[in-house]
């Protein structure tokens, strides 16, 4: 009979299943070593079973058994018994279950219920609390580097203090949270409101806001969901140290990181000797001083008297467990330790046992499943937590659950219901195999991730179709894929989303394949001949010459490859970073000019492309000279570059000087009236230094008794200079005298600013200035005589939830009304006309964050506005609509208008000054759905149609086509938004909902009258209408009949209805006249378009010849301009276009068939000289060559307009192309890519530098795109 150690019915735990057959193997007289030879199991994984570090997996089932059989276990029933033991071993404890007490967590964090096993770090916990009491309104940053115990501190040692009632904060309901992917929605669960005022919140790992959600949108959701608790929530937040430079561009952070940051920083020895002794203590363990005294010799770096790395405390903690588990009789030991590996090696060791314990199909599901819990930018790799659904989606499952839990048994995994990941980033760095993974395959991952987030936008989409791969992202995934075999990393949705993608592009392309496979079989004859011709040349050339063109054969397909994913890169980036996708794109064409280039680069002039100049990261200040001819930029390095402004092109660097102080850091500048002199403030003060010589010159520096200065300004006669100090005092001086100038009266304050920041403003006559003030309020002061002690005239209270700060003022130029930029995420504005009552007018709302700075054009017509939503924005001061908006990687800091208010110029944390010219190729300030619009050649105008929330039409100058300028706004009462101009520019039509069409003389744009109306008895809504060239026609079809009404409106005071005419079937869709006047084409639904020829006002003929039918409706019309050529477009799925020749009505025949559009096409239209035609469909704008009918080639497929697209024309002498439709605005694009390239290259700025170039242009030796 066995002895009881021996017993499996008694193991309850993996430490019970251990003892038990270390028992069994003492009993045999074998050491682990044999065991493992005899067994022919790894010696690796069976000294794991011994020692209860982990338990046999379901696949190893057959190697336990083989172990037993060594030791002796031979028959079935007893095998069984054992492996039933096992089985209890794997499952959690559970209530009448023997608890193991181990006091180590390994590579896991220690959480609130670990606080009895948490010591070492009771100084920190103190801080942390006393700087948590003292100052509740600013969060507190627990930062340090990865592995120095910051989430412990804020579970096991705030939270849990917290909890104890021992911190003082009696009532307080506490939450702890990680981001993960979707921030946002975490903390919508949290359920913190306006109401819940006496709340902490603690953000672990707060990094994962950039690591984790790659939605930039739903990042601006989250801080500024942080932004708007009240003051009384208490906000802790952990802080990985190598994310310090994302945290110091978002405003919450700024403060915190200045004024209640704590350090997470490395152990003293008694600390440490705590940390390894006291839970062994607790637990009634035995710890050999020897052990100790190895464990901190183990930990001392050889080069530092600090006690340990930082970062090395997961590793003590995972050698302790693991010397834990194989102590005997609760005696740690330093044979023990040895056994594990020690701190260099447990964590290797133990991570290997467990691989070589799968079996070989096992191993390979492991790389899979780490691979996917790494997230990498191609340069960092941290965790990524991944869905179990993501994880499991593959055609192994069991495997997969099986490799999840024997890394979850040793601490690896960290596994949630519906979640799994890498238990502690230290396990990425100290398992070689791991590394390996992660360095061979690095670009891939980054490459199989985005293909993981787009599959799973296609599945959250209900699979629509239009979340498919286009074709250059489905090249870059596909070939991906197809390299290394990589294809067996998908999923079953990644491989299903390829798969649909492909099938998708594949019925397009066939499409096509077939149009041209009757010409390619006329010419089969002629291909022939010239091969044969061909091949007898090479025979007399020789093989060096055929050699020769398989090299550059193989060099073009590598160019054309590198060309569509360095343009899909620009795409990705457009949204962001425009002005470097704008380099992107140019360098795609120079590559290669693929239809992906050219559409990169065409879209690069429809997003108001910036001119970039980069200087170093941090907050940054520009100033334009009052006589425009200079730009200074101010760094947070302390050095100032001045820029010489030009009418054309980018601004050239002219020279650079560093504030005179040490370590200065710059945080604002401005200019003298007379363009001499420049002040910079920062956090030395301010300096006064001469910019109107060949080199900037240091003139005197200004005593701030030791404060640093957040905002400059300079009064109007140049003779007073105020300067900012954090807590919202102003310094002022008088700099008549340069050689000595004066300290005037401060503004003192009552009480600091909540916020580290400071703005000031001067009124143009000098006589007032405005400054944020504490409480919520911007007050306002008599500075007249500037001797005298500034009088308070008037104070405005900030609306907004909380301490809310004025981060930027501004005047208008006649000092009427004032905008603030305030911490409340808007511009609040006042009429001060009357001081002694000034009047509270609407704010700017719709930011994601606070809105640093604010600055008038010269009329005070516009707001510039700059936010740390990452936008730079001109409103409207009457309305607040948005002028013009752009979009920016870095939290803008500062704005600023040229003098000619042609420019607008913002600085922004990432360092980057950027200059747009306005209002630039994007109209805004349309609030409805742009249905259509026209373009009227002879004046240069756009009449832009709009329902749906506008009900107006539109009328815009674009003499200049990349700057078009509004020129009036009718007001048409339920406007259906269909309307046509005639070709003089001067007579338009519109429609409504009613079945009515209103009648206007334009004139000169600016005053359009009505002149006339016209019905058709209550019919229907007016789908669309044309205008006949001579303006005596116009033309509407009926949306509820197969018919079309015409009138007779050459008396626009006295219409005349005229016969309708017949469209054989469904109802009316588009309709056009031809540029002559002797044609009229409407598209219908029912499958089939109709054209007469228009023989006077009162006689129409059909036309006749070959017009085919179509699948579907036809939806679009559209006449070439010298009516040579009709263009239709046909919907119900295949969305083909079809070219006809209509010079003889009596003979109209088919010239081409186009195909492509996924979606219905919109509306067609062709370039003045004929040579391209325009289809919006969907999202897409698609523009083909059509100068020969026979040979159409697709020039490029246009997608910056971001929503769908209804409309698209050709504007100017056709190289500019505007289009409207969802998204409540017109872009511009030029269709030239040479003019687009040159467009590019005189306004880029900064070049792109050679690490972006490494970076996005990857396998290209950079060259230079401007020469």
């Keep these: 009979m066995k002895a009881d150690a021996t017993d499996p019915s008694t193991v309850e735990n993996r430490l019970d299943l251990g003892a038990a057959l270390t028992a069994l193997r003492e009993e045999a007289g074998l050491t682990v070593r044999e065991v493992a030879d005899k067994s022919r199991v790894p010696y690796g994984t069976t000294s794991g079973w011994f020692s209860g570090q982990h338990v046999p997996t379901k696949a190893m089932q057959d190697g336990f058994f083989g172990v037993l059989n060594t030791l002796g276990v031979t028959d079935s029933a007893s095998r069984r018994t054992w492996w039933d033991a096992v089985a209890r071993a794997r ?311 099986e490799v999840i839990e024997a890394f979850t048994d040793q601490r690896m995994l960290t596994v949630t219901q519906d979640s799994v990941e890498v238990t502690h980033e230290v396990l990425l760095r100290e398992w070689p195999r791991l590394q390996g993974w992660i360095q061979d395959n690095k670009d891939g991952l980054v490459v199989h991730r985005r293909l993981t987030s787009a599959a799973q936008v296609w599945v959250d989409s209900d699979r629509d179709r239009s979340a498919l791969l286009g074709a250059g992202r489905l090249e870059v995934f596909g070939q991906w894929a197809r390299t290394d075999d990589h294809e067996r990393d998908l999923n079953n949705l990644e491989r299903e989303y390829l798969a649909a993608s492909a099938a998708h592009h594949h019925e397009l392309a066939e499409a096509e394949r077939q149009r041209r496979r009757k010409l390619h079989r006329l010419n089969v004859t002629l291909a022939v001949i010239a091969v044969i011709a061909v091949v007898a040349a090479l025979g007399a050339v020789g093989a060096g010459v055929y050699a020769n063109n398989q090299r550059q054969s193989a060099e073009l397909s590598r160019n054309e490859a590198l060309s569509r994913q360095v343009a899909l890169e620009s795409r990705l980036m457009r949204a962001d970073s425009p002005e470097l996708a704008a380099q992107l794109a140019l360098a795609a064409y120079r590559i290669f000019p693929t239809t992906e280039a050219t559409t990169a680069l065409m879209d690069a002039t429809a997003v108001g492309t910036p001119t970039r100049l980069v200087h170093s990261p941090g907050s940054m200040g520009v100033a334009i000279s009052p006589d425009g001819s200079m730009l200074v930029t101010s760094t947070a390095d302390g050095i100032a570059r001045i820029y010489q402004l030009t009418a054309e092109g980018a601004p050239v660097l002219t020279a650079e000087f560093a504030s005179e102080a040490e370590r200065h850091v710059s945080f604002a500048v401005a200019f003298t009236p007379d363009s001499s002199l420049v002040a910079l403030g920062g956090s030395d003060g301010v300096e006064l230094w001469g910019v109107d010589g060949s080199a900037p010159e240091f003139v005197t520096a200004l005593d701030t008794d030791g404060d640093s200065i957040h905002a400059v300004a300079v009064s109007p006669d140049g003779q007073m200079l105020a300067a900012g100090t954090p807590d919202g005092g102003v310094l002022r001086w008088d700099i008549t005298n340069l050689q000595q100038p004066v300290s005037l009266p401060p503004v003192d304050v009552d009480a600091p600013l909540s916020i580290a920041a400071s703005a000031i403003a001067f009124t143009d006559d000098g006589q007032f200035m405005a400054t944020s003030a504490a409480d919520s309020q911007v007050k306002l002061w008599d500075v007249s005589d500037p001797a005298s002690e500034p009088s308070e005239v008037a104070s405005v209270p900030l609306d907004g939830d909380g301490a809310i700060v004025a981060m930027g003022l501004a005047f208008s130029p006649d000092g009427r009304f004032l905008a603030a930029a305030t911490s409340a995420t808007d511009v609040q504005r006042w009429d001060i006309s009357n001081l002694d009552a000034p009047l509270v007018l609407e704010s700017f709302s719709g930011f994601d964050s606070w809105v640093n700075d604010v600055a008038f054009t010269r009329d005070g017509r516009h707001l510039a506005v700059g936010s740390s939503d990452q936008t730079a924005q001109i409103r409207d001061w009457s309305d607040g609509a948005i002028v013009s908006s752009f979009q920016t990687p870095g939290l803008v800091t500062s704005v600023a208008f040229t003098p000619d208010e042609q420019t607008l110029i913002a600085g922004a944390s990432d360092g980057i000054a950027r200059l747009w010219q306005v209002p630039g190729p994007v109209v805004e300030g349309i609030t409805g759905v742009v249905f259509q619009m026209r373009y009227n050649n002879e004046r240069d105008r756009i009449i832009v149609t709009a329902g749906r929330g506008d009900r107006a039409v539109h009328v815009f100058d674009v003499q200049d086509p990349a700057k078009p300028a509004r020129l009036s706004r009718v007001e048409v009462d339920e406007h259906s938004a269909a309307g046509d ?202 523009l083909w060559d059509v100068t020969d009918p026979a040979d159409v080639s697709l020039i490029g497929t246009p997608a910056a307009y971001e929503g769908r697209v209804n409309d698209a024309v050709f504007i100017g002498d056709g190289s500019r192309l505007a289009a409207s439709g969802w998204s409540y605005h017109v872009k511009v694009w030029s269709t030239d890519p040479e003019a687009a390239a040159a467009d590019i290259c005189r306004q880029r700025g900064t070049p792109i530098s050679a690490d972006e170039w490494d970076q996005y242009v990857e396998g290209a030796e950079q060259f230079e795109l401007c020469d």
């Design 981 to 1182: 101009v005639s070709a003089d520019g001067e007579f338009l039509a519109a429609g409504t909902l009613e079945g009515d069409i209103l009648l206007f003389d334009l004139g000169d744009g600016h005053t359009p009258r009505q002149v006339g109306q016209l019905s058709n008895n209550g019919d229907s809504l007016i789908p669309s209408l044309a205008v006949a060239p001579d303006k005596s026609l116009v033309a509407a079809p009926s949306y509820a009949g197969a018919y079309v009404f015409v009138w007779d409106v050459r008396d626009p005071e006295a219409p005349q209805e005229l016969p309708d005419l017949d469209l054989g079937g469904g109802h009316g869709e588009m309709i056009d006249f031809s540029p002559n006047g002797k044609l009229l084409a409407a598209g219908s639904s029912a499958s089939e378009f109709k054209l007469w020829r228009v023989i006077d006002t009162t006689n129409f003929e059909p036309a006749r010849g070959d017009f085919g039918t179509f699948s579907g409706s036809v939806p679009a019309v559209k006449f070439n301009h010298d009516s040579t050529m009709l263009a239709v477009a046909g919907g119900g799925g295949d969305n083909i276009i079809r070219l006809y020749g209509v010079e003889d009505p009596d003979d109209v025949t088919i010239l081409a068939t186009l195909t492509g559009p996924r979606s219905e096409v919109t509306s067609l239209d062709f370039s003045p000289d004929g040579r391209a035609l325009s289809a919006t469909a969907g999202e897409n704008i698609w």
């Design 91 to 401: 499952r959690t404890p559970g209530r009448g279950s023997k608890e193991i007490t181990v006091p180590y967590k390994g590579l896991d964090s220690f959480t609130e219920a670990d606080a009895q096993w948490y010591f070492g770090r009771n100084a920190l916990v103190s801080s942390a609390i006393e700087q948590l009491v003292s100052r509740p309104h600013v969060p507190l940053v627990i930062i340090g580097p990865s592995g120095s115990g910051k989430s412990s501190l804020i579970r096991a040692g705030i939270a849990a203090t917290i909890q104890s009632g021992k911190a003082g904060i009696n009532g307080a309901v506490l939450h702890v949270i990680t981001p993960g992917q979707h921030p946002y929605a975490t903390l919508n669960d949290v359920g913190i409101s306006k109401d819940n005022r006496n709340a902490i919140l603690c953000i672990d790992q707060f990094e994962e806001v950039w690591s984790q959600c790659n939605d930039a949108h739903e990042r601006r959701q989250f801080l500024k969901k942080l932004l708007s608790y009240p003051p009384e929530v208490r906000l802790v937040i952990g802080l990985r140290a190598d994310f310090y430079s994302h945290a110091v561009a978002e405003p919450l952070l700024v403060r915190a990181l200045n004024e209640n940051s704590l350090v997470v920083g490395t152990l003293s020895a008694e600390e440490l000797r705590a940390a390894i002794t006291e839970p062994a203590h607790v637990a009634g363990y035995i710890i050999d001083d020897e052990l100790v005294r190895v464990l901190t010799d183990d930990l001392a770096p050889r080069d530092s008297p600090a006690t340990h790395d930082a970062g090395a405390l997961p590793l003590l903690s995972h050698a302790l467990l693991s010397t834990c588990a194989l102590s005997k009789r609760k005696r740690m030991t330093v044979a023990d330790y040895y056994a594990t590996g020690g701190i260099k090696e447990a964590v290797q060791q133990t991570a290997d046992r467990v691989f070589d314990g799968l079996t070989p199909a096992q191993q390979t599901a492991a790389r899979r499943v780490f691979q996917r819990l790494v997230s990498t930018d191609g340069t960092t790799e941290t965790r990524r937590r991944a869905p179990l659904t993501e994880v499991l989606d593959v055609e192994r499952p069991d495997d997969v659950r």
